[in-house]
């Protein structure tokens, strides 16, 4: 069964806005979406996301415009663990398999979806391939994902920062305190 989605996002750390359109397909997600943020400086940003079986990404591409450039990144997971952005080896995010793109809720979905934390579970701690927004670097980074007993909230949390995201039954963001809630209701 597929699911399809259109989801808009008031993305408050970034004074701006972004637009996924999402198909949830057995174990697997394709999505693309637009984002439009004023901090740390104007930027739009386009992107493509392609996981494999499990929720493990695949791909992810963005082209990100600023005042004074445009930027791309080609981010590739090789399905054993290596990373690879723009064809260079990233062996500082070996063993990750879910990227994370600054300031965006989508890729919040992948880890939580694969491990069901929206319905229940134990905490669960990641290595992501982390995407700096506008300036598309990608960095390792340690989150922790932690059902909290009611259906739908998890907190996450890197290094000091702490939020309690909900989810909808889909595994998709609805409100992530201090970056993003979703404009239209729960869907």
């Known amino acids: 069964m597929t699911v399809s989605r259109v989801v808009t996002w008031e993305v408050t750390a970034s004074r701006g806005y972004e637009t996924a359109w999402a198909e949830l397909t057995g174990d697997a997600l394709r999505a693309r979406g637009r984002a439009v943020g004023t901090v740390p400086e104007p930027y739009w940003i386009s992107y493509e996301l392609q ?6 990404t695949r791909r ?6 600023t005042a004074d450039r445009t930027r791309t990144l080609d981010l590739r997971h090789d399905g054993h663990g290596r990373w690879t952005a723009d064809g260079r080896p990233l062996p500082e995010t070996d063993g990750a398999l879910d990227c994370d793109l600054g300031l965006c809720p989508l890729t919040n979905t992948m880890p939580v979806l694969r491990h069901g934390l929206h319905r229940a579970g134990g905490p669960r701690e990641f290595l992501m391939a982390w995407v700096s927004v506008p300036d598309l670097a990608v960095r390792p980074s340690r989150q922790t994902y932690t059902p909290l007993g009611t259906e739908g909230l998890v907190r996450y949390s890197s290094g000091t920062f702490r939020s309690d995201v909900r989810f909808d039954r889909d595994g998709l963001v609805v409100d992530y305190p201090d970056l993003a809630r979703r404009l239209g209701g729960p869907g």
């Open 51 to 56: 996981t494999a079986d499990g929720f493990v």
């Open 60 to 65: 992810l591409t963005v082209t990100a415009e």
